[in-house]
């Protein structure tokens, strides 16, 4: 199993809906997490970080499922703005410094 | 708001050239990465770095690459003979402590090998 693995998508949904993706990991030590969202030539930038059950910021919402190893991140009332590619870290504890992005998911919204 | 700063933003060099990309930090950050990303491919790490040294590398990161801090703000990354496969976007991040995934990237600095 990757150490951590994204469905590449794309997410294509239409202006206003709501759309949900998911991030699995491997190491079941892991303690913290990450959504990134990069833009098309752009560099990655933070959206969340989880580090219990879950995360809301307005109109995004991470949450976190330890049991069966994978973080999701719902997005409610999409905007056009919303289109871009959602990454997902899960530092390891082991090598701390090594952070790997996962591979992303592409969401393209459609007026 | 305080921002990491990469400079040059597109270098086209020829094969087997050296290359020099810079960046400058957030100030009060004490980690420092270089990340790259092959055209339409992932974010892929290359190094960290830490207390003036290499905290850790991936496999990518051999003995044609180096990095360094030679005065206290600017973050280097050398490629000695460039190769057709190293283009890409390179990316320099860096964040407050160990750890965390909370990672401040600059704009990226876009190096095509002729």
């Known amino acids: 199993r990757k150490e951590v693995e994204q469905d590449p998508g794309p997410f294509n949904v239409p202006e206003g809906a709501t759309v949900a993706f998911n991030c699995t990991y491997s190491?079941?030590?892991?303690?913290?997490f990450f959504w990134y969202r990069q833009d098309c030539r752009k560099e990655p930038k933070l959206l969340m970080s989880?580090?219990?059950s879950g995360n809301e910021d307005g109109r995004f919402t991470a949450q976190l499922n330890r049991a069966s190893q994978y973080i999701s991140l719902l997005i409610r009332d999409s905007k056009l703005s919303d289109s871009a590619t959602y990454l997902c870290?899960?530092?390891?504890?082991?090598?701390?410094?090594?952070?790997?992005f996962g591979s992303g998911t592409r969401l393209s919204i459609r007026p | 708001e305080p921002e990491v700063t990469q400079t040059p933003s597109h270098q086209v060099t020829q094969m087997g050239q050296e290359v020099i990309l810079r960046c400058v930090p957030i100030?009060?950050?004490?980690?420092f990465y270089w990340y790259r990303q092959i055209l339409g491919q992932k974010v892929e790490f290359l190094v960290s770095?830490?207390?003036?040294?290499?905290?850790?590398k991936s496999e990518i990161f051999d003995d044609q690459f180096s990095v360094e801090r030679p005065d206290g703000s600017n973050f280097t990354l050398k490629i000695r003979s460039t190769k057709l496969e190293d283009s890409a976007m390179y990316f320099c991040?860096?964040?407050?402590?160990?750890?965390?995934?909370?990672?401040?990237f600059g704009e990226g600095s876009r190096l095509t090998v002729l």
């Open positions: 991040a860096s964040s407050l402590g160990l750890g965390a995934g909370e990672l401040f």
């Open positions: 190491n079941s030590a892991s303690q913290s």
């Open positions: 989880v580090y219990s």
């Open positions: 870290v899960v530092p390891r504890r082991s090598s701390a410094s090594k952070i790997i």
């Open positions: 100030s009060n950050h004490l980690y």
């Open positions: 770095f830490y207390n003036n040294e290499i905290s850790e």
